[in-house]
């Protein structure tokens, strides 16, 4: 039993330290990085205690930033990459995407890339259609690239330094709505191995699968579903590369059913591809169609009375396992979620009776 | 300069050209299967730099690279047996003639997208810088890199930290088949666009290759002594196609009378005359000088034609490390 709680944001900071106290070639950069704010606070005070040469600001320049920081990989170093914003991060998909994750295989792997790069993702106060994107789905389409997003403070220190000594070029989600919560974490040193998912509540009746934030969601409807007495297995991937699906698999051949929750957008997404897996190698144990619930194929709203209407909500997945369950059937029509209102919680601020520990 | 210096520079550019007429000759036969530009009219520029370089000096280059990889003294083996996609290549057959690489001599890598190797090259000094190494990084790029913004992302943030990089761009005044004064104002020249990043920059004749030396020994010396960042800009030509071992004036982009007279400052020959005048060579010194290098040849032909094929299990080897 962990006593000691910290928020997400507080275990992301003390992960980073960790890795700077145990590893000279590891060092820190991004923007804003040594600001007072340090990144939400991730990064305050990290450049007093370990010196402006091993965490720095640096010019508002991503792409080639990217690139330096993949050349001094290639002299022995370990650098960490912040973006407040993954968005920020899009301005160098030909660092990261055509470099940093084909350098090791290009070049016969002679040549390591032990890069973490870290990409907040926002919601909610209008950050709107550049501020609020969950692209997880396109980092782990290419080959090369390890995609890691967890959603718990125990996770996120434990992956990020997992992330940081791995010696490949490694994508490290934090949604913004994540820092505020809290959890047990260990002091000191230790690492949640990347590719294993975690299995959040077990449940015979319907396997719901999640990833970063949208585990929080699905953990909520579990509760309602639960009180329904309907037992759903909650699966956190907390990695989508690499990644181990037999927990899913072998959940889905307990279940036969399959709800996925990502709070990236529908078309082409990673739901898309949980449930291609599960069809492949498990379609004999399917009960019921699978379903994805997704963002719709919609840019992000600044106004919260949009935002209201785009966010999958906990009623969503309940909605959906009641499909699964054959208790209700969609209505038809282009919008899956018609009739499902948002209730009373605006959606552009985080639930405040809902922070942890999970 | 020492008699033996002006051998030796005089040596790379003819292995370099060797090599590639050999790759010229063989190519069509269709073994070797990859994207290959060749730098048959601008070895000045490759031979003047890397004779300075010493051997911890990094390299990195982007599409037109084996120039600068014979330069750096890349193993010629590995390098031919990249070209035919086998085993023993320098990247296993997993990069071609656009990623070659060799760490025994600091030769980093290279890549075929524009301007990319930049920062990439800044980032090896970078590293090198906060680990106390006294390393300097050359980088190679074309005048169409210059276009980039991560061209100027780079060169900004190394004259910020006063990198020790020697950025080099051999302007052959086209980028791919469109010529330069429709990419960038007649103005200013390329040295002077950079200039304004705050670093020590100048052009000069890159078919020269003492000339070439000397403005790299200069610049070698400013980044030592002074610290910081220089960057080179050296107008050179291309005689061959944009990628590929054939002539393309038939295409009509350039015109017979351009490359006639940029055939005439062949820098081998300039070279070679400066040389006989001077009597350090002959007809017969520089016979014996090109047999050697076409034994080397040979043996790295054979060496790569008689190398294996990747094996099935290679496809999935390197994905990680």
Redesign the interface.
Known sequence: MINRQLKFAEAIHEAIDICLDGDRSTYLMGLGVPDPIGVFGTTKGLQEKHGKKRVFDMPVAENAMTGVALGSCLVGMRPIMTHMRLEFAMTAMDQICNQAAKWHYMFGGQSKVPLTIRMLIGRGWGQGPQHSQSLHAWFAHIPGLKVVMPSTPYDAKGLLIASIEDDNPVVFFEHRWLHNIHGPVPEGHYTVPLGEPRIVTEGGDVTIVAASYATLEAIKAGRELEREGIKAEIIDLRTLVPRNDAAILASVRKTGRLVVVDQGTLTGGFAGEIVARVTEEAFGALKAAPIRVALPDIPTPTTRALSNYYYPTPRHIIAAVHRTLGLTSRDGGDDPWAGIEPGDKTLDVPDKSFTGPF | MPQESRLALYRSMLKIRRVEERIQALYPEGDMRCPTHFSIGQEAVAAGVCKNLRLED?V?SAHRSHAHYIGKGGNLRAMFAELYGKVD???????GSM?L?D?SVNF??C?P?VG?????????????M??D?A?ITVIFFGDAATET??FH??V??AA?HRLPVLFVCENNLYSVNTPLDVRQPGNRTIAELARGHGIETSQHDGQLVETVDAAVVDALAHIRNEGGPALLEFITYRWLEHCGPLGDLHLGYRTQAEFDSWATRCPLRLYRKVLEDNRLIDDAAHAAMDAKVAEEIDDAVAFARASPFPERSELS?????
């Open positions: 990094h990195i290549g320098c990247a296993s057959g997993k990069g990623h690489i760490l980093l890598g890549v997208i990319s190797t930049i920062p990439i090259g800044v980032g090896a000094a970078f590293g090198a906060l680990q190494h390393a913004g991560v992302e780079s900004n943030f910020v080897r390197h994905m990680f490390a």
